[in-house]
Structure formats: C-alpha cells, structure tokens
C-alpha cells in the first residue's frame, strides 16, 4: 500500500517569513495530492491540491509542487501570518475508482507574530 | 464545495453505555463515507470504509463488534461506539468523496467517556 511521509513534524517561523514542508508517497499510482489545515479541535480543510499531470500550483500565498519521479510534493506557504498557525497534512491517492487518501503524520505550524 | 455535517459535535458518556455519530453528505450523494480516528498531536487514522447497502470495512485492528457503522442511504452513515471506555475517549471525523474525487471531512466530534 501507499506510504507517506511528512517533515518537518514541527516547524517555528517568525511572521513574515516562508515555511516549506515536504512529503514523499511510495506508490507511483499516486495521482492526486490534497493538503489539508486543521486548526485545534476542527476539521481538516482542504486549503490546496494538485494532480499528476501538473508540477506546480499556486493559490495566493500558497502553492504546492509535485516531483512526480522522485515521488515527493511540498507546500510552500509565503509572507506567513499568525492565522497560518495550524496542523498541515499532506495525502496522497488516486483519484477514483475505491482508494482511499493516505495521509502524512501532520506538521504543526507556529508563526510567532 | 461540497458539504459534510457530522452530529453531534462533542457528547460525553457513562463507561458501559453507546454512541451514535452521524455523517450526512448535504448536497451529494456518497457510495463511500470513511470514519477516522484522531488522538491529540496525531494525524487521522483510518477506522473503517463505510459503503452505502453492503457492510463496512475495517482496517486492521479496529473492532467491527466495538465500533458497528451503517450505511443506510447514499448521504447518511453512522458510527455507534458500543460498551463505550474511558480509552474510547478520541476525536472521531468522517469523510466523504463527492462526484469529482475530492474527500470532503465532517466537522468531527469529540468523544469523552467517563
């Protein structure tokens, strides 16, 4: 089955700067790549994705990356802000038929302001 | 987008008794809703595949006698934790894939049994 792996599994940054975390999926069936933020005692949201037939995407600060031959995609997150405090999980599946989203182990995000 | 309603948010329980959480896809249909599992500082952890008319799927080690799910119509599954333990005590999400392949999650509740 699939195996993802996410890192850092905490990452400290200071307002304003940019925070990069990294996940690696075994499967190269693979094909579709959400990341999801979940703020302490809600639900994940989805915030971003990206599928296989792109390298790269971005949504205004945020923007995800696919290295579909070294099997490892990161989200890139700019000009951070306190409110981008959260957990961040990365998945990885294909799309249709019965898989179901393996997910990362999560990174907790701290912006100190 | 589409949505997921989970109920009830939080509920707390006497040790021995059982219950029920609710997933409700609002504005699509869902073959398949799944239930997770999320302890403090973790990250979500696959109990079961619930399929809409047929029985559920459990990962290994999850007790299918413990936690009974039922997928009784293409928008409503539910997870009744029976005989429930102060080490039932977690945080219970589920999630559905809409039309495009996108899993959409519940707003989870947590459970606290004393």
């Known amino acids: 089955g699939e195996n993802v792996e996410q890192h850092p599994s905490t990452l400290s940054v200071q307002e304003g700067d940019s925070a990069v975390i990294k996940c690696t999926y075994s499967?190269?069936?693979?094909?579709?790549f959400p990341w999801y933020k979940q703020e302490l005692g809600k639900r994940p949201q989805l915030i971003i994705d990206i599928r296989s037939n792109v390298g790269e995407k971005k949504d205004q600060r945020i923007a995800v990356t696919l290295n579909k031959t070294a099997k490892h995609f990161s989200l890139h997150i700019t000009e951070t802000q306190p409110e981008d405090s959260a957990v961040y999980f990365c998945a990885a599946y294909a799309s249709g038929g019965s898989y179901i989203p393996t997910f990362g182990r999560g990174t907790s995000l701290i912006v100190h302001p | 987008g589409a949505v997921v309603s989970q109920h009830p948010s939080w509920v707390i329980c006497k040790s021995g008794t059982s219950v029920k959480i609710e997933c409700r896809s609002l504005d699509f249909q869902a073959t398949t809703m799944f239930w997770y599992r999320q302890f403090p500082k973790q990250s979500l952890m696959l109990m079961a595949t619930s399929n809409e008319g047929s029985k559920a799927t459990y990962e290994q080690g999850v007790e299918k006698d413990k936690f009974l799910i039922n997928h009784a119509s293409l928008t409503l599954s539910t997870l009744t934790v029976t005989s429930a333990h102060p080490e039932d005590s977690s945080f219970y999400i589920c999630?559905?894939?809409?039309?495009?392949?996108?899993?959409?999650f519940g707003s989870g509740t947590r459970l606290t049994v004393v």
């Open positions: 999630s559905a894939r809409d039309g495009g392949g996108v899993y959409t």
């Open positions: 499967d190269s069936a693979s094909n579709y």
